[in-house]
């Protein structure tokens, strides 16, 4: 990570980032049990179609992978070590993609629900980067 990006945290926006992150602690543990728990509902929630009973099932095989999400990061909430805000970068730099691709579904319906999903994914690049830069700064022993 370049220098000039280190430049940019400081203890207001490390704070930040920390709220995010147990934020997200929230977020992936209420969408990881609503997939694994009421698939059907959760998707209409999301914007999505009633889902024929492959695309509930799909949506569904993702629940555990959000609740890892969840874990990972209540670790770094609890832990704040340079190697969980790793972690989280890297996890959140998976998800750039994933959510912008599943917006061209014509299933994906309601009003705005479409632009949501794209927005996540600048959300999670940005994540990624704040979580990336966090590490570094932990890494130096400031905090």
């Known amino acids: 990570m ?14 930040h980032l920390r ?10 543990l209420a ?18 179609a009633p889902p024929s009973t492959d695309a509930r099932h799909l949506f569904q095989r993702c629940g555990p ?5 969840a874990a990972a990061h209540a670790a770094a ?7 969980d805000w790793w972690a989280l970068a890297w ?12 917006a061209r579904s014509p299933a994906v319906s309601r009003p705005g629900a479409k632009l949501g999903l794209r927005l996540a994914g600048a959300f ?5 980067a704040g979580f990336g830069v966090l590490a570094r700064w932990r890494g130096r022993g400031v905090s």
């Open 2 to 15: 370049s220098p000039a990006l280190d430049t940019l945290m400081n203890p207001a926006l490390a704070a």
């Open 19 to 28: 709220r995010l992150n147990r934020g997200m602690v929230a977020f992936d």
């Open 31 to 48: 969408l990881g049990s609503g997939a694994l728990l009421a698939p059907a509902g959760t998707l209409r929630v999301l914007g999505h």
């Open 65 to 69: 992978i959000w609740l890892t999400f």
């Open 77 to 83: 909430a609890v832990r704040d070590r340079p190697e």
């Open 91 to 102: 996890l959140r730099g998976t998800e750039v993609a994933t959510d912008v691709v599943w």
């Open 124 to 128: 999670n690049l940005a994540a990624a």
